[in-house]
């Protein structure tokens, strides 16, 4: 069974039900031709009394809390696409179906994932993530799969799946085509559906069920121009090609989610760019890869946004990993209104290694660790807060280190320039003390340096003993005879 | 009754007047004297441990010098809130591996309370100092919790002043500097209480501060 449909039912809702966190809302879509009418209401809504095909005012009297949104068809298109871009984690033969299926073909990826049953489950379950609700139905031909998948019934084992698609209610037919004139009309699309009045003259003649219509004479078909009938059911059984044309996932990441009510809460947006982070990662998982920034455009009601941008510090493609970040990133972003619209954008994936499995846990796994902390305390605290420290070759203490915020290019340290002893902490600045207090313990260590870029010093360092018998270290400043200054201590 | 306690699966029951097993690893001090008293030999892996000192510098750096000359090539040593500035060349010497020290500066305590902990759960450290304000004991015991959780030990700095107040961590040391040395007392451990306070001298260990003993050495003949 190569092909595995995934279609979308209710898709004019799905596109915003997928953002909603909370379930309790009713929400309903108007038809944009006909705006009297709910054309799709969710299971809140219909608890409450509404139902698709209801006039408008009888809905808004039946549940007054009702959310409306008019129907958004391009976004219905580019929630298709994004599914078509995450289902490349299966296949990499993907095809659209529109108005609302997608066509995986599986028959190399059996062996990989360890049969259709298997690719079923993972299938169900990642879509789940991304907040869409799908009926799968797996079958040899695409158009058959798209009719089981319509019907909800899956050919069960035992039966020929011939024979299981005999049984199928004639009005599977017609389910390719939504009646939408604003869809392009590709030709896949022309040819898995047909028109209405052929719809009604079969249901004229008394069939009921695909088998019925193959049962009819293909002239007496032929002679009431219905011979399409024929050529589509001879497509789903296989007995005619059916080439379909590839989806090509876009080079670029660049999808939108609508939110059903715009909120400015951090975790109702959480939420939301979640399902977006799932869906950048099938895509980065598709092409082995990972990115190291992506940018989080928060689209405010009105007009205006607020980019978020991500930046990770090596490449990932772990939604968790993203989510976790941005959480960190809206705890502190201001947000002058609210959201209406998430949109996530990455360009440039680059090549990630893949990962190798062992027996004795994954190998990578404490450096990925190690560099997930770092990326966590950057994004809360700034980046110039979290720092690392490498020694420099100068032989005056305070500028003999440096702070780097990235990895050290080369793992070879600046030799030290003296073998004297140093201390573990040193004063930010050094502090004027009263010389009495001290023990000066040893030899002065003479350090006249630094001529060429203002920072002259001319001191005598030595090592001291303070009252509580703790060691320091202070120096004696020769330009002027009275300083003396504590400039570190031995911790 | 003495063998019904003997024939005990080890680790079921403690008695008050030995030493326990701390439930996760052991990480030895790099101080045998210090690991005599201490239960199980070494500082415990998963847990908080307060140390106490009057002001930085008594030598609470030195002291771990042995942990964190040993830490591991893929974890960090994350240096939270430190009071000073902890100084490469220093650390260089001492042959902590830079590379892998964290220095973590937070505008504000509760975002330092936040970055031990989640240094602390998150794993990937091999172990965490920090210096905090005024953590309460809710704050401190969620310190342990992660500690625990994630194996990793939390060394936290705090004044001498908070001797007298409670603390969930299971071990905690005041540290006053002697003569060359430093004297830890234990003011709790998970054993009987500690009759008489560690010494640690410097020049037992091999760490540049040999030269700081010899120094004195010198300078106290002299004065002598």
Known sequence: MPWLAIKLPELPLQIFTRGLADEDTPLGVIDSGRRNRILAANGAACAQGVFAGQALSAAQAM????????RQTAREAALLNEIACWAGRFTPRVS???????????????????????????????????????????????????????????????IDWREALDGLPLSVLGSGADGDPALPQTLAHAATACSASTLELLDGLGARSIGAVRALPAAGLARRQAQAVGLLIARARGEQPDPRPWFEPPARFSHELALPAPT???????????????????????????????RLSLVHEGSGETPLDIVLGHPSDDAEHLALITRERLGMQVLPAEICILRLEAEHPLERGAHATDLFGTPGQARDEAL?????????????AVRR?????????????????????????EPSLTRNLRPLWLLPAPRAIDPRQYTLLGNAERIESGWWDEGDIHRDYYLARRDDSSLCWVFHDLASPDGWFLHGCFG | MAQLLENLPAGLVWQGSHLALPPGGILPTGFPALDAELPGGGWP????????AEHPGVGELSLLLPLMRKAGAERWIACIAPPLLPYAPALAAAGVPLQRLLLVQPSSAAEALWAARQATASGACALVLTWLARPDTAALRRLQLAAEESATPLFLFRTRGMAHHASPAPLRLALAPTTGGLRIDILKRRGPPAARPVLLSWCDDTTATNDACAGTARRLALVG
Do not use: M, N, Y
């Open chain 1, 264 to 294: 400015h809460h951090s975790e109702a947006l959480l939420f939301a760019a979640r399902r977006l982070f799932t869906s950048l990662s099938a895509w980065l998982r598709a092409r082995h890869a990972g990115i190291d920034h992506c």
């Open chain 2, 45 to 52: 892996a998963g847990a908080l441990i307060e140390l106490l």
């Open chain 1, 372 to 384: 997930r902390l770092l990326d966590r305390l950057r994004a809360r605290l700034g980046d110039g």
């Open chain 1, 63 to 70: 549940a007054p809390k009702l959310q409306l949104q008019a």
């Open chain 1, 389 to 413: 420290l490498a020694p420099l070759a100068d032989h005056r203490p305070e500028v003999a280190w440096k702070t780097c915020g990235e990895q050290p290019r080369s793992s070879q340290a």
């Open chain 1, 96 to 158: 659209l179906a529109p108005p609302d299926t997608v066509l995986l073909e599986i028959g190399a990826s059996l062996r990989l994932f360890g049969g259709v049953d298997v690719i079923r489950q993972q299938a169900r379950e990642g879509l789940l993530q991304l907040g869409i609700e799908a009926r799968l139905a797996c079958a040899p031909t695409p158009l058959a799969a798209c009719w089981f998948a319509a019907c909800g019934q899956a050919p069960a084992g035992g």
